[in-house]
């Protein structure tokens, strides 16, 4: 009779990464740039993203289940940045409220939710978390009571210590990450200035690209099917967009997208599904609509700041 192998097998990790936003870019933005706002700088949040994973990936091996994204927003209507973050795999955004003194409300206890949520449904078996507070003491004890490992990844601090003594006791492991490693995804904000007088329109801006007259589509057979929709009326549509998201999403909101012209893609064809509402019928046909589109929303958003066409100094 053979003798069963009683030889315990390893078993792979399965980890998830938990990371306080306002924890990390506020030591971030310390250290790297002496910054105490965070519109004082941009953040490259998709490649810190990648890094991060990439760092865990080093450390803990096994398999990421996903990042969870704590953040804060005014009446917790995401920003540009946030629903772009939003977009990306394996990472789920969670928001807390932003009040009126720029003070994040609950995003703590998202954190202490999930922390503990996670170890007591055995969905994984260590976590790293991007924190500081003390805060999260109770929530750690009672994951690791569950058997989870905590992995407590801290900021450079430019002197003294930027977490919670207790936190870091509490921790299984410690990990710094130093000033070099974040610094590439950190970088002082632009600040918009207003032109001087006459300010240059948004077909001045665009005079560079090529200007294609909306005309008639032809099928393969020569015969007219249908005109294209009339430059007016397209321009007039994106600055109805900008007016309803400058009053639904609030003009800081608003104000990341500049100097533009450039939109990132998520809010970009966003824009787009909002013109084909307002005008009842597709846009994607015609090339140059959406130039115009742009155009019109664009006019709108430097009336609303007063500037010029995506002026800038650094």
Known sequence: MA???????PVAAKYAILVDVGYLYAAAGEVLLSARERKEYRVAADELIQALKKHAMERIPGELLRIYWYDAARDRVPTVDQRVIAQLPWVKVRLGNLNARGQQKGVDAQIRSDLEALARHHAVSDTVL???DEDMVPAVEAAQAYGVRIHLWGVEPPYGTNQAERLVWESDTVEELGADVLRPYF???AQVVPAVPPAPSPAQVFAGRTQVTAKPVMKQTGQVTKLGPSRPRVEEVGEHVAQKW?????RDNIRDLLPGPLLPTV???ELLIEAEKELGHSLRPYPEARVWLRDGFWARVYREFDLGVGISTK
Do not use: F, M, Q, V
């Open 3 to 9: 003798i069963p192998d009683l030889t315990p097998h």
């Open 130 to 132: 991007i924190a500081g």
């Open 187 to 189: 970088s002082r904000a």
């Open 246 to 250: 400058i009053l639904t999403r609030g």
């Open 267 to 269: 809010i970009d064809t």
